[in-house]
């Protein structure tokens, strides 16, 4: 959940849809394709999903992670899963272990988070670091260059119990909508890659 850093500091609003708006995985995918970088090649794009199977409502990050790991991924690198979850107690770690395996990657934080009682069921797509553990009051590393984040319940009174209790059939939805936008944001990406590397080669003759 994002904190504050300064009263009157300026924010760019997160590109926002619900998950159960007709269009929300396509239009999703349209937006989180034209915030990766393109040059997958040079600086790998990993997905660092956030979470943990012993609540319901924290589940969402692994989930997301699990569904992915099931399709056929070609440039995308996935962590966090309800097998090998990344949660509070690993996370230093489990980021050592990413920036070991890749140079400079482009990481996409993904985390359940809580909010205002219209916004449930949102999933938000935002510039700057995950701040994992927030609604929980925890002190945990900022993970990535962006986050993709799914509000699962209301915040404000007694989080960690809220988390507890939130319904799986809510959090599964929402993970498939993420899924799915995650895995056409690939696909627009390669198609867009292809077509770059064909009209170089036409400059070429």
Known sequence: MN????????????FRVYHQDEHAARDLSVQLSTML??????RPIVFVCIGTDRSTGDSLGPLVGSLLEEQTMGIFHVYGTLDDPIHAV?????????GKKHVNPFIIGIDACLGRLKSVGAIQLSNGPLKPGAGVNKELPE???MHLTGIVNVSGFMEFFVLQ???LNLVMKMAKTMVEAIVLAEEIIERRNAVNIEKWREELH
């Open 3 to 14: 904190i504050k850093k300064g009263l009157f500091e300026r924010k760019s609003e997160p």
């Open 37 to 42: 970088p393109t040059l997958y090649r040079t």
């Open 90 to 98: 690993n996370l230093e770690e489990k980021m050592r272990e990413i």
């Open 143 to 145: 993970v990535g260059v």
């Open 165 to 167: 209790n939130t319904r």
